[in-house]
């Protein structure tokens, strides 16, 4: 069955780019949507936005201008790229499959990956 | 941006059966059926329960349920059992300009 792992920095220096890999495993990248969400620690879920196969991209507007998400299909991976981060930014990371026709509903996720803007 | 709405918590007995609610607008909640709910466990991923309202993902036991009436999606989940409890998050597709998917606040559901 297909698995997600996240890696990346756990610590961020404010101002400076978060960078984030998601390696799956157990099935292709192909034909599905894929994309990261975030959640502050003890606090709620936000969608950052998703990458499709096909390479079409769909970010949520209020993180737009910093984001950028990539793909790598020789490697079964994507990435994240968050620019300019504070301390807003620190939250557990978690890169997710969404559904293949939709994109909107998404299973499995990742084991998550805390990442922290800190100088 | 707003987040769908949801109780911040809920309560039940083993055995028993419980409803959570998540209230939007008719720009999300109530305007598609592509509402999902997500099962968190502390220090865990969240896991997929229900899909497009009412729709269970393969492995979900059937005591999970959703529906939704207007504005307001709901998961219902019967037979209280111990390892339900949990924080439960619902979300929905939204044709506003703030995203394209939203969350709700979460529900921490104490099995008592």
């Known amino acids: 069955q297909v698995q997600l792992q996240e890696s990346g920095p756990g610590l961020v220096k404010p101002s400076e780019t978060l960078s984030l890999t998601c390696t799956v495993s157990?099935?292709?990248?192909?034909?599905?949507?894929w994309s990261w969400i975030r959640q502050p620690p003890g606090k709620g879920l936000e969608w950052i936005g998703y990458?499709?196969?096909?390479?079409?991209?769909v970010y949520n507007p209020s993180l737009k201008s910093r984001v950028t998400i990539s793909l790598d299909t020789s490697k079964n991976q994507f990435s994240l790229k968050l620019r300019s981060v504070t301390a807003a930014d620190t939250a557990i990371y978690y890169c997710?499959?969404?559904?293949?026709?939709?994109?909107?509903?998404?299973?499995?996720w990742g084991q998550g990956t805390l990442v922290t803007v800190s100088s | 941006q707003s987040a769908l709405t949801q109780p911040a918590s809920v309560s039940g007995s083993p055995g028993q059966s419980i409803t959570i609610s998540c209230t939007g607008t008719?720009?999300?909640?109530?305007?598609?059926?592509?509402v999902s709910w997500y099962q968190q466990h502390p220090g865990k991923a969240p896991k997929l329960m229900i899909y497009?309202?009412?729709n269970r993902p393969s492995g979900v036991s059937n005591r999970f349920s959703g529906s939704k009436s207007g504005n307001t999606a709901s998961l219902t989940i019967s037979g209280l059992q111990v390892e339900d409890e949990a924080d439960y998050y619902c979300?929905?597709?939204?044709?506003?300009?703030?995203?394209?998917?939203?969350f709700g606040g979460g529900t921490k559901l104490t099995v008592l």
């Open positions: 497009e309202v009412s």
């Open positions: 008719s720009s999300d909640v109530g305007g598609y059926n592509y």
């Open positions: 990458i499709h196969y096909s390479g079409d991209t």
């Open positions: 979300s929905s597709y939204t044709s506003s300009s703030t995203s394209q998917v939203l």
């Open positions: 157990g099935g292709s990248i192909s034909s599905y949507y």
């Open positions: 997710a499959r969404g559904d293949s026709r939709t994109s909107l509903h998404f299973d499995p």
